[in-house]
T-cell receptor, first 111, second 112 residues
Framework: EPEVTQTPSHQVTQMGQEVILRCVPI?????FYWYRQILGQKVEFLVS????????KSEIFDDQFSVERPDGSNFTLKIRSTKLEDSAMYFC?????????FGSGTQLSVL | QKEVEQNSGPLSVPEGAIASLNCTYS??????FFWYRQYSGKSPELIMF????GDKEDGRFTAQLNKASQYVSLLIRDSQPSDSATYLC????????????FGTGTSLTVIP
């Protein structure tokens, strides 16, 4: 069964460093999303992406964040200068036929 | 701002009982409704989806949708300890850029 793949599963970084989280969505899906979840809290929407551009973004998705689809398969989330409060689980998701499927997540720890 | 409301729980039921999870949503234009199960430290997993008013059954799970009341529920029959997880309600709206809106989740514990 097709699945959304995320790498790495864990990322530890120093405050102020740049991180890139990677995702391979399900191949025939057209809509891509990033969500994050701080430990014990709700799943929060960050950004959605369609037709090679951002379709919607939340207040969380400020200038420190960017997304790219550098080739036909990968979808990346970049955080330019990480802060302590960026520590969270980051989920990539893709949607096809009105259903949303999540990757297994990247646990980001900012020290 | 579209709202999806769930009782955060925790909800505890004995093994073998029926667990009932509820969700309300604010936007009457919402078109599709989903239930996700999330185990601690894992990603949300889609377990049920429903588009039309009424009931939809899949194994031990039944999703119920009432668009007039803007209410969607999930029933889990013969609850098992492995059903212990957080259950997220989600609503999809194609009119706002194909966005999925999530509730805060209900924590369910099934007691052996």
């Amino acid at each position: 069964e097709p699945e959304v793949t995320q790498t790495p599963s864990h990322q530890v970084t120093q405050m102020g460093q740049e991180v890139i989280l990677r995702c391979v969505p399900i191949s025939n899906h057209l809509y891509f999303y990033w969500y994050r979840q701080i430990l014990g809290q709700k799943v929060e929407f960050l950004v959605s992406f369609y037709n090679n551009e951002i379709s919607e973004k939340s207040e969380i998705f400020d200038d420190q964040f960017s997304v790219e689809r550098p080739d036909g398969s990968n979808f990346t989330l970049k955080i330019r200068s990480t802060k302590l409060e960026d520590s969270a689980m980051y989920f990539c998701a893709s949607a096809g036929y009105e259903k949303l499927f999540f990757g297994s997540g990247t646990q980001l720890s900012v020290l | 701002q579209k709202e999806v409301e769930q009782n955060s729980g925790p909800l505890s039921v004995p093994e073998g009982a029926i667990a009932s999870l509820n969700c309300t949503y604010s936007d009457r234009g919402s078109q599709s409704f989903f239930w996700y199960r999330q185990y601690s430290g894992k990603s949300p997993e889609l377990i049920m989806f429903i588009y039309s008013n009424g009931d939809k059954e899949d194994g031990r799970f039944t999703a119920q949708l009432n668009k007039a009341s803007q209410y969607v529920s999930l029933l889990i029959r013969d609850s098992q300890p492995s059903d212990s997880a957080t259950y997220l309600c989600a609503v999809w709206d194609s009119n706002t850029g194909n966005q999925f809106y999530f509730g805060t989740g209900t924590s369910l514990t099934v007691i052996p």
